[in-house]
């Protein structure tokens, strides 16, 4: 047990996939693992392991934003032994090509700050992916048929911003989406020597305001949950 996972030693897979919303991963437990436990309820943030294709896989909230997900994939590394952690998780397009129900494999993850900014001081880090899950995550989701993107991404500190000039740089330099957690999940994984990507869905898009129903982000959510166990074990 950690201060804010309740499993015990040796409940948490190598593989870990950590969706934002807790509920999400309680669906996506129930949906796509044989056998799911639940192995952490504390302060609602669920997590269950069973396994896919007989591969053991825990899928676990992160919550949202990079200071709850930092808590979350610091225990999950440090405590329990995570080797491979995946996000999956809604983001915003910035670009006029990417559209709703896209799927983004976030190759890099700019920002403005992280939880580990205080540690890096002047240094600007770049947080990227770990290559062999980005290719094999790019070939799970060809062989689905879902519009796909690899590219940069933007997490931010803030849902509601108040930069529109930022963003407007962002999309001039190619970023393809915005969400909350991404950069600080390649930290850590750079820090202690593990494998990390973001698989995204695109929930809504910042130019034109168009948005997902709940029904139709499950649908997009179920591919990108797909992609992500086929990417770990390949
Ligand atoms: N901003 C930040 N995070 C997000 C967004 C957004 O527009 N959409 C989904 N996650």
Known sequence: MTIHIGAKP???AETVLLPGDPLRAKWAAETFLDDPVCVNQVRGMLGYT??????????????MGMPSLSIYANELIRDYGAQTLIRI??????????????????????????PSSGMFRELSFAPCADFG??????????????????????SSDVFYDERPDLNDQLTRHGILAVEMETAELYNLAARYG???????????HLDTGARLTSVEREQSFGAMVEIALTA???
């Open 10 to 12: 040796g409940e948490i």
């Open 232 to 234: 770990a074990f390949s």
């Open 133 to 154: 899950l980005l290719t094999a995550a790019h070939a799970a989701a060809q062989g689905k048929h879902v519009t796909t993107h690899v590219g940069g991404i933007y």
């Open 194 to 204: 593990r494998r990390a990507l973001a698989v995204l869905t695109v929930s809504d």
């Open 50 to 63: 069973g396994t896919w294709h007989g591969n053991r896989v825990t899928i676990h909230g992160s919550g």
């Open 89 to 114: 998780g809604s983001c915003g397009a910035m670009q006029p090509h990417v559209g709703l129900r896209d799927v983004i494999l976030a190759q890099t993850a700019s920002s403005l700050s992280t």
